[in-house]
């Protein structure tokens, strides 16, 4: 299996700081660099890279202790809706095999808003579609091409609707031979209860990145201005494909065909499956969702992945403070309307 580097994040911080001299690193994106009196952090939690910069915060306040707290929270944020964690509750319900399960009011949120986005995306993105990434072997890291009669049996198990709720009670129903799978949204909601701390905190001006793909603004950039996000070319190292920026409350995430992968006879297979086929999607190499709930613009992204370009852009024309751009598979970059005033392609 083939993933995104250290190494490949530091060619392209290299690279662009001496073609641009705009931005420092953020994994997939590449953001505005921190003034000296700023305080940044990172950490590896739930599996995951993390760092937050923080600009502006009262004056009584410890930016450190801020951090650290939201670290605290994000770590237990991704824990509890993860599926590599056994103690995680959305492994609780995988394992209940039938059985009503109570779930924490925060992971019940998180299900609440898968259902809202594969309502929105009319089942592109499914949170039931765990029976087809275990096919591949993307939770255990043992990849393999399964056949054709392996995905139309896995694809019976794939179904939202067969799932109960109880919002009352925070319980929920899975049918035995399915399987829960939001990871997709987990850094997202991570991003999203850091956000909320440092908020609290009284914090004006901070930037979350939460793994390789999620950032959250808290805030406006550095002396007001807008933060100015990279976008990471998903072939080559040392190249970023365009910029954008991002404003106070605004979210943007990406997914991709160069994430996570692994690849067989000189075939790349995503990790990102399209739940009408069991199979990676072949049209988009890279999206990137601009958006003001980094839940949200996790679960766009990975919707629209699995999407045709033109359809993506047809649905975002539509939809109220949401934005979209893309590399599709053979590398033309299209995006909507709402972003032509944020893109600047840098012409790599």
């Known amino acids: 299996m083939q993933l995104v580097s250290g190494k490949r994040v530091a060619v392209a911080i290299a690279v662009l700081l001496c073609a641009l001299a705009l931005f420092t690193t953020a994994c997939d994106h590449l953001f505005s660099p921190a003034p000296e009196e700023s305080v940044t952090d990172d950490a590896v939690l739930f599996s995951t890279f993390v760092q937050i910069q923080i600009h502006e915060w009262p004056e009584d306040t410890d930016p450190q202790a801020v951090i650290s707290a939201a670290f605290d929270r994000?770590?237990?944020?991704?824990?509890?809706?993860?599926?590599?964690?056994?103690?995680?509750?959305?492994?609780?319900?995988?394992?209940?095999?039938?059985?009503t399960v109570q779930i924490s009011e925060e992971a019940f949120f998180l299900l609440e808003m898968a259902y809202k986005i594969w309502d929105?995306?009319?089942?592109?993105?499914?949170?039931?579609?765990?029976?087809?990434?275990?096919l591949w072997g993307f939770?255990?890291?043992?990849?393999?091409?399964?056949?054709?009669?392996?995905?139309?049996?896995?694809?019976?198990?794939?179904?939202?609707e067969r799932v109960q709720m109880d919002a009352a009670d925070r319980t929920v129903r899975l049918p035995q031979d399915m399987r829960l799978d939001v990871e997709a949204l987990a850094k997202?909601?991570?991003a999203r209860a850091a956000a909320e701390h440092l908020m609290e905190s009284g914090?004006?001006?901070?930037?979350?990145?939460?793994?390789?793909?999620?950032?959250?603004?808290?805030?406006?950039?550095?002396?007001?201005?807008?933060?100015?996000?990279?976008?990471?070319?998903?072939?080559?190292?040392?190249?970023?494909?365009?910029?954008?920026?991002?404003?106070?409350?605004?979210?943007?995430?990406?997914?991709?065909?160069?994430?996570r992968y692994f690849e067989r006879d000189g075939e790349r297979y995503a990790h990102i499956?399209?739940?009408?086929?069991?199979?990676?999607?072949?049209?988009?190499?890279?999206i990137t969702v601009i958006t003001t709930d980094t839940v949200l613009?996790?679960?766009?992204?990975?919707?629209?992945?699995?999407?045709?370009?033109?359809?993506?852009?047809?649905?975002?024309?539509?939809?109220?403070?949401?934005?979209?751009?893309?590399?599709t598979a053979d590398g033309e970059i299209k995006y909507c309307s709402q972003m032509e005033a944020r893109i600047k392609l840098t012409g790599n």
């Open 297 to 327: 613009a996790d679960g766009l992204s990975t919707a629209f992945f699995v999407m045709e370009p033109d359809q993506v852009l047809s649905r975002v024309e539509n939809m109220d403070d949401v934005m979209a751009a893309m590399m």
């Open 203 to 259: 914090v004006t001006s901070a930037l979350i990145t939460s793994g390789q793909s999620s950032l959250k603004a808290v805030g406006d950039g550095p002396e007001g201005r807008a933060w100015r996000v990279g976008l990471l070319h998903p072939r080559t190292d040392e190249e970023v494909y365009a910029a954008v920026d991002l404003y106070d409350g605004e979210s943007v995430s990406t997914s991709g065909d160069y994430q």
């Open 139 to 160: 939770y255990t890291d043992d990849h393999r091409v399964p056949t054709d009669e392996e995905i139309e049996d896995a694809l019976t198990r794939v179904d939202a």
């Open 74 to 99: 994000m770590e237990r944020t991704g824990s509890i809706v993860s599926v590599y964690d056994e103690d995680s509750d959305i492994s609780a319900v995988n394992r209940a095999r039938g059985e």
């Open 188 to 190: 997202g909601f991570a």
């Open 273 to 286: 499956l399209d739940p009408d086929t069991g199979r990676p999607p072949r049209t988009i190499k890279s």
């Open 120 to 134: 929105m995306t009319d089942g592109a993105f499914d949170p039931t579609i765990g029976p087809v990434v275990d």
